[in-house]
């Protein structure tokens, strides 16, 4: 079998150009700045493949990223973002005079709740995990895939063995173009998380940090 464990960098996607919900655009100037040191980050870390969602800033990080590290390409459409159902394409205004009392709800953690018309954190795992497992099971060596942030802090509780519900936890903004580690055992066909949330690489530009964009 050779080395049985397979390192799988999970990076969310760059800054979009919109700040309404869950919109298929483009990534903004930002967003390919930061997509840009994430891939000079891990450039040398011997990444053999490179998955993506099928929206759009999601591919359009891994290509930006991949320019450092010549690999091979996938898009993953199972990889995308969790479905918000009647909140996608609303502001964060509008969706707060709309879907204030089902998030007072959510922020309780006690049900894994899905959003209206949506999916909850539950609906992630048994859409994403699978994908995680194969990647991690034929994978030719050290694999990068660039998802969202709902996906990443699902599939983290999984992984931790948290209920779903309580997802929200795992960071309250997971910064663009962050990397999460996880470290898959083909022996045991078990996980491990070894790193959340890494964006030391943004750090030097402040401007490209999420308390900077204000969401």
Not at 8 to 13: K, M, N, Q, S, V
Not at 111 to 119: F, I, Q, V
């Amino acid at each position: 079998m050779g080395n049985p464990y397979i390192t799988i960098y999970l990076i969310r996607h760059g800054r979009q150009s919109s700040r309404l919900c869950n919109v298929d655009v483009d990534l903004s100037l930002q967003g390919l700045r930061q997509a840009a040191l994430v891939g000079e980050r891990l450039a040398g870390n011997g990444i053999q493949t490179v998955y993506s969602s099928a929206l759009i800033r999601a591919e359009q990080t891994a290509r930006t990223a991949n320019q450092y590290w010549n690999a091979e390409y996938v898009t993953e459409p199972e990889l995308r973002e969790i479905d918000f159902g009647q909140m996608e394409g609303l502001s964060d205004q509008e969706i707060s005079l709309r879907f204030g009392a089902w998030r007072q709800e959510q922020q309780k953690m006690e049900k894994d709740l899905p959003y209206p018309g949506g999916e909850c954190a539950g609906d992630v795992i048994r859409r994403v995990m699978p994908v995680l497992e194969r990647i991690g099971n034929h994978a030719k060596g050290t694999v990068a895939v660039i998802t969202h942030g709902g996906v990443i802090r699902s599939a983290a509780a999984c992984v931790l063995g948290m209920e779903p519900a309580k997802y929200r936890l795992l960071g309250k903004d997971l910064e663009n173009c962050s990397i999460t580690e996880l470290r898959f055992d083909r022996r045991s066909k078990r996980f491990t998380l070894e790193r959340f949330n890494d964006y030391a690489h943004l750090e030097k530009e402040p401007q490209l940090l999420r308390g900077q964009w204000g969401g």
